[in-house]
């Protein structure tokens, strides 16, 4: 009888502090990748307004950083703006202004397009950076159009890794050749699902900017 | 393998079928008294088993019936004993603060009746009669007087004096009228104070009626509470529910302002303790509110149980006066400062929300309007934040009588729980009772066949046997047989055919017991 109540007692103090344990992060982290290549500059006040929807969604504890794609990526001085918010919300509004006017700096400053795009190494940066923030949900948005024009001599045919990243892709516009041969678009967002989803992560395409909401399913704004 | 048995006698389903049935209906039919035995015994033991539980759970609504009883009869005794508290209060206040004065109240109106008396003898004293000799006078002064100047001239002097006279006794009596007239008019006053005290006595001794009528009803139930009667406990019953809904809703109501309460402050909560920090799974922001808001109704039932107006806490009822006034002032004072903080959060709050409009206006392109009126809502908010505190102190109440009428509510949902075990109980063992009958009828149905030949069997041998007896009667055959031989014969057949009928026993009727215990 004894050792019934004591082995009642450790299980109940077991499912307690099973009950009390870690809970799991529900912060989320978003990493936006800008292509700066060519005629894509052109589409710039469209990545602004990303940006904004993102500061209006995001909340207390999520990271956000925004960086550039140009001919050599994977490197931090791509990185235009990175941020995680405070867990004060005065001070999280105080630093979302700041990014807004470090984004609105960059979009003012640039003039021309890079030579080459090198999307992969973005995303492997973006990736790295996700992962460090330890966030619940992590998020690569794509602002390109997927054609990925690496410089000679960069090496970027190897497996991805993006376990829990979900990337999505934004505003993929079609090149001159795609209208003549629609397929090259069609292969152009095969290809990189199929590199996506091998590499762990999840993929989606949003091109039409009506539908910002379905990119991350929180509504901070509205709380208030 | 089903199909395999099934086939095992024949290649034909429907003869190897055949052959299953006719085998089975064989075993039915050997088996079938023990098989009757067994779902007779089986309905019957169910049965009883459920009588015995009904019973017992009967016993138990009985002692639960009998424990609300005592419960809300202790209620009411502890309730009545108060209003008759206060109504001894209530009068001896009143007798304290009017009727403790009716010494001087007695003496004052003696001392008016005195008054009056004396004014009244006063007004009553008669004016002064014109003195006795002056009718001889006037008798001399009227004598003729036959034209001796002298004699007339004293008698004109005569004369004279007696109208003096009759003039200054007339003016005494005016004098003296218009000293009683006013000494008369004087009593009017007097009489209205006398009046006036009068009368208050009167509503004094009238309110003290009414209270000492309360007393006598109250006292009535009293004793009625003392005495057990099931009528008044019915009633304290039915006033036990009454109070438990009413307090129910308000309890609802107060919830309900918790709930502004709590969204007012959680928000700003986040500035104090951040808004992504996590505790077992809630926002630590949002269980610092809620700690908030619980502290504050702690603060409401320590000080509303600290004025006595609640009894939850026997500890805090029992402190002696100037502990209990500390404690007071100590849970008044946190709830002043949590109410402070409330109100000083709900205009974080607001100017949160209006940053967080500002950035997103910002953020949209739009530049940022000035509101008019902007401070109405943000003193809206301030002044909601420091009343609900107070407001959700009072909670204490509609608490307590919740409490202590769920204690009477539970009792009766327990036996009415209870008294539907019972039902069920009773009806489960009369259902099971009644199917073991219906089986046994059932399992008859089942090998109706062997029955049926069983039975034509047996009425033949019957018929047989009959015949044979009324033929033995008729004719009675005398084989040749030797003489011993016939005589057994004889004695046999006398035997078999003047063999007294044994009267047909009556079956007794299988009774049972319970039910019969049950009608009687």
Known sequence: MKILLVSLALATLALTLSACGQPQPTNKAVFLLVDTSGTYTEELNKAQGILNYLLATLDSGDSIAVARIDSGSFSEKDVIAKATFDERPSMANDQKRVFKHDMDQFVATIKTGSAHTDITGAILQAAEYLQETGAGEKYVLVFSDLAEDLQKGHIRDFPLELNGIQVIALNVTKLRSDNIDPRDYLNRLALWQKRVMDGGGHWKVVNDFDRLDRLIAINAMDEI | ?520
């Open chain 2, 1 to 520: 393998m089903l199909n395999e048995l099934l086939l095992l006698w024949s290649e034909q389903p429907a003869i190897s079928l055949a052959v299953w049935l006719s085998v089975l209906v064989t075993v039915l039919y050997l088996a079938r008294e023990p098989a009757h035995l067994l779902i007779k015994s089986t309905g019957r033991a169910i049965y009883r088993f459920m009588r015995s539980a009904a019973r017992a759970v009967a016993h138990i609504e009985q002692r639960a019936i009998h424990r609300n009883k005592e419960i809300i009869l202790a209620q009411g005794r502890e309730a009545t004993e108060k209003f008759i508290e206060r109504e001894f209060t209530r009068i001896n206040e009143i007798v304290a603060r009017d009727l403790s004065h009716y010494p001087n109240l007695h003496r004052e109106l003696t001392d008016a009746i005195e008054r009056l008396e004396n004014d009244y003898q006063a007004a009553t004293d008669a004016p002064p009669l014109p003195p006795e000799w002056l009718s001889v006078v006037q008798t001399i002064s009227e004598l003729p007087r036959q034209g001796d100047p002298v004699v007339s001239s004293i008698l004109e002097n005569i004369q004279d004096e007696v109208v003096t006279a009759h003039e200054e006794t007339l003016k005494a009596y005016q004098k003296s009228s218009a000293e009683r007239h006013r000494l008369l008019g004087a009593l009017q006053p007097q009489w209205r104070a006398l009046a006036n005290k009068l009368n208050k006595t009167k509503d004094v001794v009238a309110i003290t009626q009414e209270r000492a009528d309360a007393v006598d009803k109250h006292m009535a139930n009293y004793e009625a509470i003392r005495d057990h009667e099931d009528h008044i406990a019915r009633s304290l019953t039915a006033s036990s529910l009454t109070q438990f809904f009413i307090a129910g809703l308000v309890l609802f109501v107060a919830v309900m302002g918790g709930l502004i309460n709590f969204q007012l402050i959680a928000m700003p909560m986040a500035e104090m303790v951040g808004g992504n920090t996590y505790t077992g799974g809630f926002k630590t922001s949002d269980i610092a509110a809620l700690v908030i808001i619980m502290v504050e109704i702690a603060m409401g039932l320590f000080l509303l149980e600290s004025l006595r107006i609640t009894r939850l806490f026997p500890v805090i009822a029992q402190m002696d006066d100037k502990m209990r006034k500390r404690m007071m002032v100590i849970s008044f004072s946190i709830l002043f400062i949590l109410a402070g903080i409330e109100a000083s959060l709900a205009y974080m709050r607001d100017l949160l929300a209006l940053d967080r409009e500002a950035l997103k206006q910002s953020l949209a392109g739009v530049s940022a309007l000035n509101a008019e009126f902007r401070w109405i809502p943000s003193i809206g908010q301030m002044v909601m934040g420091f009343i609900l505190p107070f407001a959700l102190a009072f909670v204490a109440i509609p608490l307590e009588s919740f409490i202590h009428s769920s204690r009477t509510v539970l009792g009766v949902l327990t036996v009415a729980v209870l008294r539907t075990v019972i039902i069920s109980l009773r009806l489960v063992g009369g259902f099971a009772h009644q199917v073991s009958k219906m089986l046994v009828f059932g399992y008859d149905m089942l090998v109706t066949v062997p029955l049926s030949m069983e039975k034509w069997v047996r009425q033949g041998v019957q018929a047989r046997r009959d015949r044979d007896i009324e033929t033995t009667r008729q004719y009675p055959i005398e084989p040749y047989l030797p003489l011993e031989d016939a005589d057994e014969i004889q004695e046999e057949t006398v035997t078999v055919s003047e063999k007294p009928k044994r009267p047909r026993k009556r079956k007794t009727p299988d009774l049972d017991t319970d039910l019969a215990l049950d009608k009687s």
